[in-house]
Each structure stands twice: as structure tokens, then as C-alpha cells.
């Protein structure tokens, strides 16, 4: 079975799930090199100042960009369980609806990035010595947004088909030159964040010229034909109503994860070059575990297409299989080895390392809970259900992160970059939990409601 065109609807799935998120995984890490590319060319050439400058705009641009992104999610949910249920006609129109798409989301988050970053960065607290540079990094960044939001969009339609490879392919060839203008904006141009964000950008416009290629060149339904591009009325708000909640969520979770910015900012540039770090390493493992909630999606939204439910179930167990013993094992190994890989990004400061060390012994070491929680995530999602799903996780992560930083952090034992971390594993268990029960709960909805006309139909 081919990598780049796989039979979703037919079992056995313990090898079928490997081979298909095999290359969403090491897409998912090539592109984390961009920002970890960043992280580490200006920790090299231009210190902790500026690699807290760029790790500082990391919550804010998820908070602006999620509720887009979202959509995409919405999209690929369309497609698979059109293809599932064999319907190309609501094939074509989706795809044909969600570039267009793409692209004016593009450019609404173009105007509001280099027209409003620096004010929100001052309302997250961001300190005085990085914040012209976190703002001037953002400015540059958000003009990459349309060729950013395209290829999203093109790439959860491709992966939506079964096609994995093509985009790990496209962005293999990005983040090698990515890597290249970081390198030569920063090292002999001494463009410090400009530099690399202006790399970024670069490679954005690469890969999403890729994905609009290969869309173009598919001979089955999901060939994109840019002439017939419009706004299909019913598509477009089926596209909303899956995607517009997956974007909510998203963006309740940079708020919350702004709100830990913040308190994450008060304690200073030090502590906030290590978490920064320390986030860049632990977006790696996360990277690898998400990477099999988007297989959920997709296995789930085919077989949910085709009226597979028996499927729908062995697909998304084997995904949380994968998910929860690699979150366990690559977890421990990065806490084990987190100091030596701290002072890849950061080589003048012994106490920003200790500081991102606390972050990694907490965190990463409880990453398979997270994998458990994003995997059910990605399942309800491909099943249609986007509502229920966005409900639990905006009180279960963002209530409980939000009420700790209000509560138990302000206390003097949790008033430490540690107490903070500590709010991230229990709210992954708790909405991880309550997302499982849901599952449970929708596939018996859909047995009663299917069976009888199967049972009638044989």
C-alpha cells in the first residue's frame, strides 16, 4: 500500500497507521525546525536577549492564527468523509471553497500582525529589553501569513486523501532553505530577528507554492482547478460549523496559554529565555503525539463516511496506543537529557538552563497524557462532532490553567516557574478523560442510529 494513497476504510490498522503518520511526524518536526532554527542562529550570534525575543511571540501568534488554522481542520474533516462516502462532487467544492479560503485568511492575519503586534505584546507584559525586537520578529512574520494559511489548507486536504508524503517532501525542501537564509541573514548580514524571520517567510512562500502545485496536478477529485475557485454557500458553512469550533478552542487554549506567558514574563528575561528553550525542545515530542491525532482525524472522518463504526474504533485505539507509549518513552528521555540539549539554544546563561530544566522535568516527562487528550481530540473532530469536543476542552484546559494561575500560583510554594508547569499534565488528564467518555458516548449514538438501516438494507 502506497504511503502517498492509502485505503483508510480497511483494517489491519497497526501498520497502516505507522506507514501514514510516519511522514506527518517528521513533517510536523521539519517544520518546528523553522522556529527552532531561529531559537538557536540567534542564540549563537546574538544571545538570550534575542532568543527571548522570538521566544516571547510564540503564544501570541498561536492565539491569532489558531482560529484560521481551524478551519483547515474543517476542511480536511469534509474531505475525508466525502471520499469515504464516495461523494466527488462535495469533494470538489470544499477543495474549491477552502483555498480561496486560505487565502483571504491570509491576508486579514497580515494586516492584523504588522499592524498590532507590538500593542499586544505590551498587554502580555513582554519585557522592555525584548520587546522591540519581539515586535519587529512578528511584523516580518505575519507577511508570510497567506503563503502560511495556504499551505495548511493544502496540506490537510492532501493528508484528508491519504496522501502524507507529498507534503513532508515540500517541506523538507523549505526547511532546508529556511535553515540557509537564517544562517546568512544572521551570521554576516547581522540581521538578528529580522533575519530570521524574513527566512521564515521565505520558506513559507516555498512550501505553499508546492502544495498549490501538486493540488493542481491530481487527475481524482481532489484536483484543484484555480479557475473554478468560489464560495460554495453550503460547503463554506459546513466548513464553519467543523472548523470554526476546532479554531475556538484552539485560540482559548493561546489565551490561556498567554494568561501563563504572562506570569511567565513577570519573573523576568532569564526565566523567560529558559521556558522558551524549553518549549522549543518539548514542540519536537509534541510535534511526534499530535501527529497521530491528525491521523485520528482523518482514519475516523473516512470510516465515519462509509458508516464504519467497528473501524472508526480500531483506528483511533491504535493511534492512542502509538501516541501514549512514544509520549512516555521520548518524554523521560528528553528530561534525562535536557540540560545538554538546553545549551544548544542557550550558551551565556547556566540559570536560564536550570530554569528550563525545571519546565522539562515537569512537563515532558507527563507528555503522554497530552498525547492521550490531543488523540480524542482528533478523533471526536473526524467524526463530525466539533461542539461537544470544544466545550470540554476550553473548561477542562483553559478553566483549570486559568483558575491555577489566579489560585495556587499566587500562593508562595507554587509561585515558581515549576508551580506554573504543574497546572499543564493535570488539565491533559482531566480533559483527555472527559473526552474519552464522549467518544464512548457518540459511538453508541451512532450504533443505534445506523444498525437499524443496515440491518434493514441486508
Known amino acids: 500500500m502506497s504511503r502517498s494513497k492509502m485505503n483508510m476504510c480497511e483494517g489491519p490498522y497497526l501498520k497502516k497507521v505507522i506507514l501514514y503518520t510516519l511522514p506527518i511526524i517528521l513533517t510536523g518536526l521539519l517544520q518546528l525546525t523553522f522556529n527552532a532554527a531561529d531559537l538557536v542562529i540567534v542564540g549563537q550570534y546574538s544571545g538570550s536577549t534575542s532568543v527571548g525575543a522570538v521566544s516571547a511571540t510564540g503564544s501570541l501568534t498561536n492565539l491569532i492564527i489558531n482560529l484560521f488554522v481551524g478551519l483547515s481542520v474543517g476542511a ?10 464516495g461523494h466527488d462532487l462535495e469533494v470538489h467544492r470544499t477543495i474549491h471553497t477552502a483555498i480561496p479560503l486560505a487565502l483571504i485568511s491570509g491576508v486579514i492575519l497580515t494586516i492584523f500582525g504588522v499592524f498590532f503586534s507590538e500593542y499586544f505584546l505590551t498587554l502580555m507584559g513582554t519585557p522592555d529589553d525584548v520587546l522591540p525586537l519581539s515586535a519587529l520578529y512578528m511584523r516580518i512574520y505575519f507577511c508570510g501569513m497567506p503563503f502560511s494559511m495556504l499551505y495548511n489548507y493544502g496540506a490537510s486536504i492532501l493528508r484528508a486523501a491519504g496522501n502524507t508524503t507529498q507534503p513532508l517532501i515540500f517541506l523538507s525542501i523549505a526547511g532546508v532553505i529556511n535553515v540557509f537564509f537564517n544562517w546568512i541573514f544572521v551570521r554576516f548580514f547581522h540581521m538578528d530577528v529580522a533575519g530570521v524571520a524574513l527566512a521564515t517567510v521565505i520558506s513559507q512562500a516555498i512550501s505553499a507554492t508546492c502544495v498549490f502545485i501538486a493540488l493542481c496536478k491530481r487527475t481524482d477529485a481532489c484536483r484543484l482547478e484555480p479557475k473554478k475557485m468560489r464560495f460554495y454557500r453550503g460547503n463554506f458553512l459546513k466548513m464553519l460549523r467543523i472548523g470554526l469550533p476546532s479554531g ?3 485560540a482559548m487554549f493561546s489565551i490561556s496559554n498567554i494568561i501563563i506567558q504572562s506570569s511567565v514574563n513577570s ?4 526565566v523567560l529565555s529558559g521556558n522558551g528553550a524549553a518549549s522549543s525542545i518539548e514542540g519536537f515530542l509534541y510535534t511526534t503525539l499530535n501527529s497521530f491525532s491528525q491521523s485520528a482525524v482523518n482514519f475516523a472522518g473516512q470510516n465515519m463516511g462509509a458508516h464504519k463504526l467497528g473501524n472508526v474504533k480500531k483506528s483511533v485505539y491504535t493511534c492512542l496506543g502509538y501516541a501514549m507509549i512514544l509520549g512516555l518513552v521520548l518524554g523521560t528521555a528528553l528530561a534525562i537529557f535536557s540540560e545538554p540539549l538546553l545549551s544548544i539554544y542557550i550558551t551565556d546563561s547556566p540559570e536560564a538552563i536550570q530554569h528550563g530544566m525545571m519546565r522539562m522535568y515537569i512537563n515532558a516527562t507527563t507528555y503522554f497524557l497530552l498525547g492521550f487528550m490531543d488523540v480524542m481530540t482528533g478523533a471526536l473532530r473526524g467524526m463530525g462532532a466539533s461542539i461537544g469536543p470544544m466545550f470540554i476542552s476550553i473548561l477542562g484546559v483553559c478553566g483549570i490553567r486559568i483558575g ?14 515549576g508551580g506554573l508547569c504543574l497546572s ?3 488539565s491533559w488528564f482531566i480533559t483527555g478523560l472527559a473526552e474519552f467518555i464522549f467518544f464512548l458516548i457518540l459511538i453508541r449514538r451512532y450504533q443505534k442510529k445506523w444498525e437499524p438501516k443496515e440491518a434493514s438494507l441486508a
Open 424 to 426: 499543564f499534565p493535570i
Open 76 to 85: 480536511g474533516v469534509m474531505v475525508a468523509q466525502s471520499i469515504g462516502a
Open 267 to 270: 519573573f523576568g528575561s532569564i
Open 404 to 417: 491555577w494561575v489566579f489560585t495556587l500560583f499566587r500562593t508562595p510554594q507554587f509561585h515558581s516557574l
Open 248 to 250: 475556538l478552542q484552539g
